[in-house]
């Protein structure tokens, strides 16, 4: 039996694992955002003219769905203002002069025999060392393994990185094979579950024997190979290939029994756990056409995009984008001062070649959106009503089911902005909503007054 | 480079930042691609004059198309090659011996009538080729019928026109020797340019089906329909199986079936719907053939199942993901139950 879900595509991968991880030297000043993660934002807990050493936490909040966040670098605070976000927007942010000295924090002790053997433990450590969901989602890891206490049965391990050009997951699967199966093994434990799955796509294949040759099942793991094809990694899809379990609309994955938590996040807990280290860093993916010299780089967070893309020998040609993660998911950037945060996979420079942008995108009716979509969605009649404002009808398609994969708009031969419309139009959902729940509460505070 | 930064203007946009290489041009090449080897075998058997029926058709369908647009002051839409596969499509299913002004007349009807007056590609509901063939059918029913007699044959019967081997099967109930299985398999028979080798217009099936061009859906239920149906009620002075091979390998069905049905405006796009619609196609090609004046029923069949590709598709509307049939059923039942209940 093979494993995979329904629809799908085969983009063009770009894959260059053959670059070995390198190291990019920290920058002269890191930004670190105060929002790293969903949930609460960080405050900040140094003030300016502080020393700080790397790995020192410098923003916090108490609230459960949170995750705090820690110096990159060894340094002085030179400024506590808003900086630009990589998803957009001013963020607070905390920026260090680093000092070059890397000089570390003793903050975090590598846990003891025992405490590696007790979920509490692990999951206090994950949210002392700001774990988060780090294939993209930066959902607060240790909350989500704490919520799944009792209702989860299966464990998966997301290793399918399916979008192109990354290649983080399978260099660190790579480099540091002992030390990600140690890392999932504390997942496991933590959740409370017998078994992890680790679904990794057939693409890599020489991870999958490496992994397998070290016994993966003395730590409670069974590699689990999926076919090749995009979405694999999304949450659903992986389930889905993996236990053959469909999550229903609305329904959280813990719902049917399994949480999913990436590869990078597994080795996040490793490093947490075993070396007392917070997340500071990660393998960020850099390249596109309009770079010199791609890379895949051990990055520290809050190194700034144009830093980055001087670290790869600058651009051949003058870049037209910067994309954030994979380019079937990621978003644009808006400024080359924005870092990169814990959800950073990769950073992307396109030129216009990779644009494929047409001025009057005609449909069709072609339906190979209707083929693709691993959501069973028609999105060619989503957009339709979409185009035509009709609210009754969009619900009627389903388009709040949309995971905005972008599979439909890939293979678009008519290059519609499909994947663009559905997120509009979700957005436009929850406006609505809003204002529906808005009105009535002006509605029932007017009966209270009478 | 602090200052090359600052002059460098970024684009935004929502995902995918990556698209696939194959547009609409290249969908419409691959179409064309495809057909080559029913123009091949076209050359073959009726010389070079076919030739020039399809490229005055093409040459007059593009033509028909910009100059609407340009009249309408809409945005240039040649470059797609659409009009150039309606202008070959139309002319593969004209006689060999078609008069120049014929192929010019239908592109106009086809053209300017059914595809842009209700829009451009993708808004058409009729089969633009079909609706041209079905309006020069209709026109000029004399010049329409008349099929040349091929190379292959040229010893073989007196005269400079014969009737195709689905007028025989109908009209006479019986087959002349030289209309074997073989030859209408290969494509030495009379018939419309396009439509006689039944061999060359599956090559070109394989390769559209190959490049996901089209589905196999639409063909393979469209041809099963009318096998099964001709298996079933069989036919006079033939064994059934025969009788079924006949079917299934005179007439237009292979072009229709691969080339027509699968237009992308005027078929279902969901999957179950292209089935039925499939289906529906081969019924009423068999009606047709076994009930109607003409002796062919393929253009007929497809043009009337093109108007219920709309409701097709709206009856074929599907569940998202997570939602298993005991879930429809359950919010049937809730759905009955509340009705109960409202009454």
């Known amino acids: ?450 | 480079m602090k200052e090359n930064k600052e002059r460098i203007v970024l684009d935004v946009a929502y995902q995918p930042q990556v698209r696939t290489n194959t547009d609409t041009r290249r969908i419409m090449l691959d179409v064309i691609i495809a057909l080559l080897p029913a123009v091949a075998v076209a050359v073959w058997q009726f010389g070079l004059y076919p030739l020039a029926v399809i490229a005055v058709s093409m040459v007059s369908a593009a033509f028909f198309e910009w100059a609407y647009r340009k009249l309408m002051k809409k945005t240039n839409t040649v470059g797609d090659l659409s009009a150039c596969v309606t202008g070959i499509l139309l002319a593969l299913t004209l006689p060999s011996t078609a008069p120049l002004y014929l192929p010019v007349i239908g592109s106009l009807f086809a053209i300017v009538v059914v595809k842009q007056l209700y829009g451009g590609i993708g808004k058409n509901f009729l089969n633009p080729a079909l609706a041209g063939r079905a309006f020069l059918l209709a026109s000029y029913a004399l010049v329409m019928g008349r099929y040349a007699v091929p190379n292959a044959l040229s010893g073989a019967v007196d005269g400079v026109t014969m009737a195709t081997p689905l007028a025989e099967l109908y009209d006479s109930h019986a087959m002349p020797v030289y209309y074997s299985l073989k030859s209408l398999f290969v494509g030495t028979i009379p018939g419309c340019i396009g439509e006689i080798s039944a061999a060359a217009l599956l090559l070109g099936g394989i390769y559209l089906i190959v490049r996901k061009v089209i589905s196999w859906r639409i063909p393979v239920s469209f041809i099963g329909t009318v096998a099964l149906l001709t298996l079933i009620f069989g036919g006079e002075g033939f064994s059934n199986v025969d009788w079924m091979l006949y079917n299934v390998l005179s007439g237009g069905l292979m072009l229709g079936a691969i080339f027509m049905a699968t237009d992308y405006a005027t078929s279902p796009v969901t999957l179950n719907g292209q089935l039925l619609f499939g289906v529906g196609c081969g019924a009423l090609t068999v009606l047709i053939r076994y009930f109607g004046g003409f002796p062919e029923g393929v253009s007929y069949a497809i043009l009337i199942m093109n108007l219920c590709s709309w409701a097709i598709d709206k009856a074929f509307h599907r569940h998202q993901f997570g939602v298993s049939r005991e879930d429809i059923a359950a919010a049937k039942q809730a759905r009955k139950a509340a009705k109960e209940a409202a009454k």
């Open chain 1, 1 to 450: 039996m093979s494993h995979t879900f329904k629809g799908g595509v085969h983009p063009n991968y770009m894959k260059a694992p053959e670059i070995p991880a390198t190291v990019i030297a920290p920058p002269a000043q890191v930004v670190i955002p105060m929002a790293q993660h969903i949930g609460a934002p960080c405050k900040p807990l140094v003030n300016v003219g502080d020393y700080v050493k790397m790995g020192q936490k410098i923003g916090e909040n108490p609230a459960p769905v949170s995750a705090p966040v820690h110096a990159s670098v060894s340094g002085k605070v030179v400024a506590i203002e808003p900086r630009p976000h990589p998803l957009g927007d001013m963020i607070m942010a905390v920026v260090i002069e680093n000092d070059y000295q890397d000089t570390p924090c003793e903050d975090l002790a590598p846990l003891t025999e025992e405490q590696l053997k007790d979920p509490d433990a692990i999951l206090d450590r994950m949210r002392e060392a700001g774990v988060v969901g780090m294939g993209g989602a930066m959902f607060p890891t240790a909350f989500k393994v704490r919520g799944g206490i009792g209702k989860v049965d299966k464990l998966i391990i997301n290793g399918a990185e399916c979008e192109p050009y990354l290649n983080g997951d399978h260099l660190t699967m790579l480099n540091f094979p002992q030390q990600l199966l140690r890392g999932i093994e504390l997942v496991r434990i933590a959740s409370g579950v017998e078994k992890a799955y680790y679904g990794i796509e057939k693409n890599k294949q020489d991870a999958i024997d490496l992994l397998n040759s070290l016994n993966p099942a003395q730590y409670g793991i069974e590699i689990v190979p999926e076919e090749v094809k995009y979405p694999q990694g999304g949450e659903k899809m992986q389930i889905k290939a993996v236990t053959g379990r469909e999550v229903k609309p609305g329904q959280l994955p813990a719902g049917v029994g399994c949480n999913v938590v990436s590869t990078r996040t597994a080795y996040a807990v490793y490093q947490a756990c075993y070396e007392g280290k917070p997340v500071i860093e990660r393998i960020v993916t850099v390249a596109g056409s309009a770079l010199k010299a791609p890379v895949n780089g051990l990055t520290r967070v809050g190194t700034p995009f144009g830093y980055l893309a001087e670290q790869c020998g600058g651009f051949v040609k003058p870049p037209r984008k910067i994309v954030l993660g994979g380019p079937m998911m990621g978003i644009c950037a808006t400024s080359f001062d924005a870092p990169t945060i814990k959800g950073t996979a990769g950073v992307l420079f396109f030129t216009e070649e990779e644009d494929k942008h047409v001025d009057n995108p005609t449909c069709i009716r072609c339906g190979k959106c209707i083929t693709v979509c691993p959501m069973n969605l028609e999105p060619v009649f989503m957009y339709m009503y979409y185009s035509k404002g009709d609210f009754a009808n969009m619900e009627k398609y389903h388009i709040t089911d949309c995971f905005e994969c972008g599979s439909c708009s890939y293979n678009c031969p008519a290059r519609m902005p499909l994947t663009h419309a559905f997120k509009t139009a979700k957005l436009m959902f929850q406006a609505k909503a809003a204002a529906e729940k808005a009105k009535a509460e002006a509605e029932a505070a007017k009966e209270a007054q009478k």
